[in-house]
T-cell receptor, first 114, second 118 residues
Framework: DGGITQSPKYLFRKEGQNVTLSCEQNLNHDAMYWYRQDPGQGLRLIYYSQIVNDFQKGDIAEGYSVSREKKESFPLTVTSAQKNPTAFYLC?????????????FGPGTRLTVL | AQKITQTQPGMFVQEKEAVTLDCTYDTSDPSYGLFWYKQPSSGEMIFLIYQGSYDQQNATEGRYSLNFQKARKSANLVISASQLGDSAMYFCAMREGQESGGYNKLIFGAGTRLAVHP
């Protein structure tokens, strides 16, 4: 089955620690995205990538970093510089812009900073 | 400036009735796309329906239809014959134009929580 996997589902982090969230897709999509969702709010774009070894900052990139070494993978690192990292993180992928080309989402990772 | 506005934080509807979820948007780009997603309590985002700015007809996908009023910049989602499984958060999102390089960036509204009552 084609889709997007994210791991882990739940993640607990101590203050001052970096943590990496995994995102893998087998849909052969070129573009991948990371979003953050806070309780009762919509999604905000953190980073996005169109091709391997290229990525762009979204609206709230501070305190986060990404890599795109493979087309299928787009891991997100939440660094200690992120002041309020507790949130729900969603990864998505899509074909490039044009027409419908909706984004497909993974199941999400819920990060809690202790 | 907020580009996607969903003014209804919460809505409820009786099972088997229709419900309309409101969405207004703001853009100066003549080419854009509008999307609706459903987010159940599990958290995953599920694509429901798409409307392109140049589409002549309102989009429909099964029980979902989009009431697209371009001059008013509104793209309301209509769910017919509501089911208990429709209880979820619903998000309206917009993609502006053909981004340089082909990026497919979305801007999301704050969402509407729908509760379907038996």
């Amino acid at each position: 089955d084609g889709g997007i996997t994210q791991s882990p589902k739940y993640l607990f982090r101590k203050e001052g620690q970096n943590v990496t969230l995994s995102c893998e897709q087998n849909l052969n999509h070129d573009a991948m995205y990371w979003y953050r969702q806070d309780p009762g709010q919509g999604l905000r774009l953190i980073y996005y990538s169109q091709i391997v070894n290229d990525f762009q900052k979204g609206d709230i990139a501070e305190g986060y970093s990404v890599s795109r070494e493979k087309k299928e993978s787009f891991p997100l690192t939440v660094t200690s510089a992120q002041k309020n990292p507790t949130a729900f993180y969603l990864c998505a992928s899509s074909m490039l812009a044009g027409g419908r080309n909706e984004q497909f989402f993974g199941p999400g990772t819920r990060l809690t900073v202790l | 400036a907020q580009k996607i506005t969903q003014t209804q934080p919460g809505m409820f509807v009786q099972e088997k009735e229709a419900v309309t979820l409101d969405c207004t948007y703001d853009t100066s780009d003549p080419s854009y796309g509008l999307f609706w997603y459903k987010q159940p309590s599990s958290g995953e985002m599920i694509f429901l329906i798409y409307q392109g700015s140049y589409d002549q007809q309102n989009a429909t996908e099964g029980r979902y239809s989009l009431n697209f009023q371009k001059a008013r910049k509104s793209a309301n989602l209509v769910i017919s014959a509501s089911q208990l499984g429709d209880s979820a958060m619903y998000f309206c999102a917009m993609r502006e134009g053909q981004e340089s390089g082909g990026y497919n960036k979305l801007i999301f509204g704050a969402g509407t929580r729908l509760a379907v009552h038996p």
